[in-house]
T-cell receptor
Framework: EAGVTQFPSHSVIEKGQTVTLRCDPISGHDNLYWYRRVMGKEIKFLLHFVKESKQDESGMPNNRFLAERTGGTYSTLKVQPAELEDSGVYFC??????????????FGPGTRLLVL | AQKITQTQPGMFVQEKEAVTLDCTYDTSDPSYGLFWYKQPSSGEMIFLIYQGSYDQQNATEGRYSLNFQKARKSANLVISASQLGDSAMYFCAMRDPASLYNFNKFYFGSGTKLNVKP
C-alpha cells in the first residue's frame, strides 16, 4: 500500500512568487492534515480536512496560504505571494476514521521550501 | 502555551546501549494520545509508537518502549540495543483531546537529534 506522497520534494523560489505544494494521502483516508516546520522549531499544525471540507484551519498563518482538497482526494497548498519567513518543511499527513479520533497520522516525506 | 516539551536537542549513545529520549506534555483533558515519530536524514516521518492516556500498560513495539508516567505528564521513549540506523531526529507528539472541531490536531515537540556511535 502506497504511503502519503508529496510533490515536489524541494522548491526554491524568490520572494513574491507563487508555489503550490501537493499531497496525496493514503487511499481511503478521509482525514488530511498539513503541518509546517520552520528551521529549528517544532512542527506546527496548519489545517485539517475531512474529505473535501476544512475541519480546522486555525493554524494557517495568513491569507497568503490557500489549501484545497477538491473531491476529497489529493490536496494542494498554495502560497501566494511567498515571503522569506515561509521557508521550511511542509508535511502532509493522513489518517483513517471520519468522526473518530484516529490513533495514528501517517506522514509524507515533506516538501522543503526555500524562499530567497 | 507549549504543549509538548523535549528538553534534549541532541543526544549521543554508544551502539548496542539503551537510550531514553525525554518528553513531557501539558493537558488538562483526561483523554489524549501520545506518539513518537522518527525522522531520518532522508526526511520522511516514521511512526514508532503510540500510548493512549487510558492504556494501563506502557506501549512497546520491538526495541521501542514508552515510559508513560501519567502523574508526571511524561512519555519518554526508550530505545534498547541502539543501532547505527537509529541515528535520526525523534519527535514526540500529542493528539489534541477529543473535541467537536479539532480532535485530530497534533502538537509536536521541537525534537531530539540522536546520534548512535559505533
Amino acid at each position: 500500500e502506497a504511503g502519503v506522497t508529496q510533490f515536489p520534494s524541494h522548491s526554491v523560489i524568490e520572494k513574491g512568487q507563487t508555489v503550490t505544494l501537493r499531497c496525496d494521502p493514503i487511499s481511503g483516508h478521509d482525514n488530511l492534515y498539513w503541518y509546517r516546520r520552520v528551521m529549528g522549531k517544532e512542527i506546527k499544525f496548519l489545517l485539517h480536512f475531512v474529505k473535501e471540507s476544512k475541519q480546522d484551519e486555525s493554524g494557517m498563518p495568513n491569507n497568503r496560504f490557500l489549501a484545497e482538497r477538491t473531491g476529497g482526494t489529493y490536496s494542494t497548498l498554495k502560497v501566494q505571494p511567498a515571503e522569506l519567513e515561509d521557508s521550511g518543511v511542509y508535511f502532509c499527513a493522513s489518517s483513517q476514521g471520519r468522526g473518530l479520533p484516529a490513533k495514528t497520522q501517517y506522514f509524507g516525506p515533506g516538501t522543503r521550501l526555500l524562499v530567497l | 502555551a507549549q504543549k509538548i516539551t523535549q528538553t534534549q536537542p541532541g543526544m549521543f549513545v554508544q551502539e548496542k546501549e539503551a537510550v531514553t529520549l525525554d518528553c513531557t506534555y501539558d493537558t488538562s483533558d483526561p483523554s489524549y494520545g501520545l506518539f513518537w515519530y522518527k525522522q531520518p536524514s532522508s526526511g520522511e516521518m516514521i511512526f514508532l509508537i503510540y500510548q493512549g492516556s487510558y492504556d494501563q500498560q506502557n506501549a512497546t513495539e520491538g526495541r521501542y518502549s514508552l515510559n508513560f508516567q501519567k502523574a508526571r505528564k511524561s512519555a519518554n521513549l526508550v530505545i534498547s540495543a541502539s543501532q547505527l540506523g537509529d541515528s535520526a531526529m525523534y519527535f514526540c507528539a500529542m493528539r489534541d483531546p477529543a473535541s467537536l472541531y479539532n480532535f485530530n490536531k497534533f502538537y509536536f515537540g521541537s525534537g531530539t537529534k540522536l546520534n548512535v556511535k559505533p
